[in-house]
């Protein structure tokens, strides 16, 4: 069964510092692969996608991800935090029967400053 | 453009009590919908999604039910609630044999007492 991992519960950066958060999924073929932000008390917006081609991919707000296929992963990065990034982050694969995401438990993201 | 509204925002119920939650999508047709639980620490959890009218597919057995009675309304119910039903719904809908792309609306707070 597919799965998603994101190894890191909570990450707290410097305001201006780069930011990387981690995804690790489990999925026999090439998966469709998502990076999704929520703020406190609301619905997750999306940051960005992964279907096919190439593997590093833009988002929106300055932030993107590269898929590896070799590690079966989806980083998510962003050279310059600001404070208003600080959200939850959930990374997230299409299940095999393409009916539903299935989503890690998240990454909450504190930025200092 | 297509939006999605869910109610109520906030929910205060006693155990044993009855829940019903609403959600619905405008702007598009024939979308696929979803209701997810999400935990504190635990991640999205699909609970259930529907392709069509009274088509219901349930993901986790549990005290909760849904339903389909139009093309863009779901809504989620529960005859007796339980202290365990505590947390944050989300409402999702996608397009129907698309990418999986999920666009969620801005949730619900249940609190069981």
């Known amino acids: 069964a597919q799965s998603v991992t994101q190894p890191d519960i909570h990450i707290t950066v410097s305001e201006g510092a780069s930011l990387e958060l981690r995804c690790n999924y489990s999925y026999g073929a090439t998966p469709y692969l998502f990076w999704y932000v929520q703020s406190p008390g609301q619905g997750l917006q999306l940051l960005l996608k992964y279907f096919s081609g190439d593997t590093l991919v833009q988002g929106i707000k300055g932030f993107e991800a590269e898929f590896k296929r070799s590690q079966s992963s989806f980083n998510l990065r962003k050279p310059s935090v600001h404070w208003s990034d600080a959200a939850e982050y959930f990374c997230?694969?299409?299940?095999?029967?393409?009916?539903?995401?299935?989503f890690g438990k998240g990454t909450t993201l504190s930025v200092s400053s | 453009s297509q939006t999605i509204h869910q109610w109520p925002a906030t929910l205060v119920q006693p155990v044993g009590s009855p829940l019903s939650l609403e959600c619905t999508v405008e702007?598009?047709?024939?979308?696929?919908l979803y209701w997810y639980r999400q935990a504190a620490g635990r991640g999205l959890q699909l609970l259930f999604y529907?392709?069509?009218?009274?088509?219901i597919s349930s993901e986790v057995p549990q005290n909760l039910s849904a339903s389909r009675p139009q093309d863009r309304q779901f809504i989620l119910s529960s005859k007796k609630l339980l202290l365990s039903d505590s947390g944050f719904y989300l409402c999702?809908?996608?397009?129907?044999?698309?990418?999986?792309?999920?666009?969620f609306g801005e949730g619900s707070r249940l609190t069981v007492l």
């Open positions: 997230a694969v299409v299940n095999q029967a393409g009916t539903a995401l299935i």
């Open positions: 999702a809908w996608s397009v129907r044999s698309g990418t999986g792309e999920l666009f």
């Open positions: 529907s392709v069509g009218i009274g088509q």
């Open positions: 702007g598009t047709s024939n979308p696929n």
